[in-house]
């Protein structure tokens, strides 16, 4: 890894909340669409990876999690937001949520 370059990884909220994704995107789309809108969704997070992005210039803050300790930051993709945050050596995807749900569950 170059220098700045912090690899993202997924919490295992982010995991299950993929995984719930997932299986919405297979009952509406079909396995392979739903296998492909992973892929792209994994694509766009390696934007967070790149060195010359700066972190808070990555998104907006997602007020969602203003109250708790660090500074979380929120991408949108289409109806995914996925809220992230920055740690000492990786980038912590902490959640991946479809906007079309409930808003309370996204908390």
């Known amino acids: 890894m170059g220098k700045g370059i912090k690899p993202v990884e997924l919490t295992s909220r982010a995991i299950k909340d993929l995984q719930k994704l997932k299986s919405f995107s297979r009952k509406l789309h079909g396995k392979e669409k739903a296998q492909e809108f992973i892929d792209e969704l994994f694509e766009y997070m390696e934007v967070l990876e790149k060195p010359d ?11 969602t999690f203003a109250h708790l300790k660090y500074d979380y930051r929120k991408l949108i993709k289409g109806d995914i937001k996925i809220t992230y945050r920055l740690g000492r050596t990786k980038i912590y995807v902490v959640r991946i949520f479809d906007t079309r749900q409930n808003p309370n569950k996204n908390k």
């Open 53 to 63: 992005n700066r972190f808070e210039g990555l998104g907006s803050t997602d007020e």
